[in-house]
């Protein structure tokens, strides 16, 4: 080793059930990362033989909790690189007032391998949260913006989302990689920011297969007789403005 294996906190905040690993080596070296959380020992990182700088993240770990890490690396010859101490850390509790969460049915053997990813809005925040096939919370996503909708993973491995200033896209570390707007109302959005010239954004977001991005949108209708009543069908008609929705289909440069 030219740096020892060591762990750190992610730096991100709004992620803090994340840990990085760093370490460098003399030569170029394959590395398979354990991780024991006393229950069981899982891989959880391996990576090719095409470096010897690594930042490896540790996901999927439950809140209060002490694990252990441990390593098999090795160089392109299959020689070991010989690390014989674990790595320990422990994770902090759930922050106050984070909505409590219970599995009422769990029949692991009945399911898809993988997490639940799902949002949790509420008056003054919005998470995104995955949790294991116990229920338990392993990863958590504290989003500045309210109205956090939909989100899906796509090709790159990153989440994708809309809430209510438009649609973003993040790491799993949860770094801000991408933002779109809806320019026509939202008008004070960061200049990170790729305007997208609709009213808003509403419900799914889905990756295409040349990478663009379709969802809903909405725009204003102008009727000229429009009925002014949803119960009376004898009530006159009159001009109106009617919100109606569009399918748009974009890119990652708001085209």
Same mark, same amino acid.
């Given at each position: 080793?030219? *740096? =020892?294996?060591? %762990? ?8 803090? =059930?994340? @840990? &990085? *690993?760093?370490?460098? #080596? ?31 993240? *540790? =996901?999927?770990? !439950? ?6 890490? !441990? ?8 020689? /070991? ?21 219970? $599995?009422?049915?769990?029949?692991? #053997?009945?399911?898809?391998?993988? *997490?639940?990813?799902?949002?949790? #809005?509420? =008056? ?13 919370? %392993? ?11 939909? &989100?899906?993973? %796509? ?42 010239? %609709? ?6 977001? @889905? ?5 663009? @991005? ?6 204003? !209708? ?10 009376? /069908?004898?009530?006159?008609? $009159?001009? $109106? ?15």
């Amino acid at each position: 080793f030219t *740096v =020892l294996p060591s %762990i750190r906190k992610n730096p991100n905040p709004s992620v803090p =059930l994340a @840990f &990085i *690993v760093d370490f460098a #080596t003399t030569r170029p070296v394959r590395v398979q990362m354990y991780l024991d959380d006393g229950r069981a020992t899982r891989l959880v990182a391996e990576t090719g033989f095409d470096s010897s700088q690594f930042s490896l993240p *540790v =996901l999927g770990v !439950r809140p209060d909790t002490t694990y252990k890490l !441990r390593f098999d690396i090795r160089d392109a010859l299959s020689i /070991p690189v010989p690390f014989p101490n674990e790595l320990e850390f422990r994770t902090d509790p759930l922050p106050a007032g984070f909505p409590s969460i219970a $599995a009422t049915v769990s029949e692991p #053997t009945l399911m898809e391998p993988g *997490v639940t990813l799902f949002n949790l #809005t509420q =008056l003054s925040t919005s998470l995104m949260v995955a949790v294991n096939e116990r229920g338990e919370v %392993i990863w958590f996503y504290r989003h500045s913006v309210s109205g956090l909708t939909d &989100i899906k993973r %796509i090709s790159n491995g990153h989440l994708v989302f809309t809430d209510s200033q438009g649609a973003a896209e993040i790491d799993i570390l949860g770094n801000l990689q991408r933002r779109w707007n809806s320019a026509n109302i939202d008008r004070n959005a960061s200049a990170f920011a790729t305007p997208l010239f %609709i009213d808003n954004l509403h419900h799914e977001i @889905f990756e295409t297969t040349r990478g663009t @991005f379709l969802t809903l949108a909405t725009e204003v !209708r102008q009727f000229p007789d429009y009925p002014t009543s949803e119960t009376n /069908p004898d009530a006159p008609m $009159a001009p $109106a403005n009617v919100v109606g929705d569009t399918i748009i289909d974009f890119d990652r440069d708001g085209r």
